[in-house]
T-cell receptor, first 113, second 113 residues
């Protein structure tokens, strides 16, 4: 099993450009999550999908959209990137009702100039 | 709003020293508690978790944590650290049955050989 995979690993954008971060898991998990990690602030939840077909906002959803394409895939889109979105983005997945362990991907390091 | 506080942002220890990392949270209801670790260049992974039962929880690599409900705390301990424990440690809290996990800001541990 590959676990949770993310693409790309690194990305540099100019202000105003758009991009989509891809995430896939092969563990048949119901729930998937997107976080951003910033120095001194830990991980903050952007959006989550409790199950296929549903998505909900987390702590910091502004400037982002998500799509739960199917049970395996959960993408994060930046429509108009801003320097404040420079961060490391992590995707995670978990089983059942969300009380179980989250499994994290390797992260995407995004820089917005 | 629910919050998680980790008291130390940076800790430096010598090998064989004892470790205790503090974690306090603000939510008063039923909680699920986690400690995650991120070794240099690796994914975040679960160290240990508490859902119910014995408040002293044992995890991987000799780590343990104690849930003290009256103090809203979930401190991480290890009797004797090794150089390989150098990593960033995150405390995380989730309301029982919920999906949103709140992470602390993290503690960077450096163990001198």
């Amino acid at each position: 099993n590959a676990g949770v995979t993310q693409t790309p690993k690194f990305q540099v954008l100019k202000t105003g450009q758009s991009m989509t971060l891809q995430c896939a898991q092969d563990m048949n998990h119901n729930s998937m999550y997107w976080y951003r990690q910033d120095p001194g602030m830990g991980l903050r939840l952007i959006y989550y999908s409790a199950s296929e077909g549903t998505t909900d906002k987390g702590e910091v959803p502004n400037g982002y959209n998500v799509s739960r394409l199917n049970k395996r895939e959960f993408s994060l889109r930046l429509e108009s990137a801003a320097p404040s979105q420079t961060s490391v983005y992590f995707c995670a997945s978990s089983e059942l009702d969300g009380t179980d362990t989250q499994y994290f991907g390797p992260g995407t390091r995004l820089t917005v100039l | 709003a629910q919050s998680v506080s980790q008291h130390n942002h940076h800790v430096i220890l010598s090998e064989a020293a004892s470790l205790e990392l503090g974690c306090n949270y603000s939510y008063g209801g039923t909680v699920n508690l986690f400690w995650y670790v991120q070794y240099p260049g690796q994914h975040l992974q679960l160290l240990l978790k508490y859902f119910s039962g014995d408040p002293l929880v044992k995890g991987i690599k000799g780590f343990e944590a104690e849930f003290i409900k009256s103090k809203f705390s979930f401190n991480l301990r290890k009797p004797s650290v090794q150089w390989s424990d150098t990593a960033e440690y995150f405390c995380a809290v989730r309301r029982g049955g919920g999906f949103k996990t709140i992470f602390g800001a993290g503690t960077r541990l450096f163990v001198k050989a």
